[in-house]
């Protein structure tokens, strides 16, 4: 079926490093969205993405959509211990109303 | 308070039993879902409702049922026939969508069912 590669599964970090995540498709996707995921809690939407080559910024979060569509990734500038969660994109590929979810990128601060 | 409540948060129940999960939003939102999550992986996709007394599978509905008799509701029975029914269970809504315009999703704290 229809996949979305989300990739690295887990990121660990030193405090104030930088954390990127990235995903793929190999088909154009409609538009692609972040949520993230803090440990025990639900997923809470971050932004969607629609046009090709967009990017967004909140604060220290960039947000980018490949120029082809088939692309998008999330990097966090001066990672802070309130980043800690999983980061999962959705993406639609079609008319169709259902989320494709990426697996996650799980991002750890190192103790 | 707006927002989606799921009950209840911790669940367990014996092998062979049926069990209900509830969902219930005051978002005044159309579309409902219902999402697994099984530990280090991302969602899929049980089933969803666009509007009342309508509703359509997901990737993995086998085992499972809804229904949607009310806009604010949408109850997940997990039945005997689901062969691996321990994971998080996430309920959701949104916005009704419409052609290639999509809208973000509302999310539940999730329910916690262990079948023993």
């Known amino acids: 079926g229809q996949q979305v590669m989300q990739i690295p599964q887990y990121q660990h970090v030193q405090e104030g490093e930088d954390f990127t995540t990235y995903c793929n498709s190999s088909?154009?996707?409609?538009?692609i969205q972040w949520y993230k995921q803090r440990p025990g809690g639900h997923p809470v939407f971050l932004i969607q993405?629609?046009?090709s080559g967009e990017v967004k910024k909140q604060k220290r979060l960039t947000f980018q959509f490949g120029e082809a569509k088939k692309n998008s990734s999330l990097h966090i500038t001066a990672t802070q211990t309130t980043d800690v969660g999983t980061y999962f994109c959705?993406?639609?590929?079609?008319?169709?109303?259902?989320?494709?979810w990426g697996a996650g990128t799980k991002l750890i601060i190192k103790p | 308070d707006g927002g989606i409540t799921q009950s209840p948060k911790y669940l367990f129940r014996k092998e062979g039993q049926n069990v209900t999960l509830s969902c219930e939003q005051n978002?005044?939102?159309?579309?409902m879902y219902w999402y697994r999550q099984d530990p280090g992986q991302g969602l899929r996709l049980i089933y969803y409702?666009?509007?009342?007394?309508?509703?359509q599978k997901g990737d993995i509905a086998e085992g499972y049922s809804v229904s949607r008799e009310k806009k604010e509701s949408f109850p997940l029975t997990v039945t005997s026939a689901q062969k691996n029914p321990t994971a998080f269970y996430l309920c959701?809504?949104?916005?009704?969508?419409?052609?290639?315009?999509?809208?973000?999703?509302?999310f539940g704290p999730g329910t916690r069912l262990t079948v023993l």
């Open positions: 088909t154009t996707l409609s538009n």
């Open positions: 409702s666009q509007i009342v007394n309508d509703f």
């Open positions: 978002l005044n939102h159309d579309a």
């Open positions: 959701a809504s949104s916005i009704r969508t419409s052609g290639t315009s999509y809208n973000e999703q509302f």
């Open positions: 959705a993406a639609t590929m079609d008319s169709n109303y259902q989320l494709i």
């Open positions: 993405l629609v046009k």
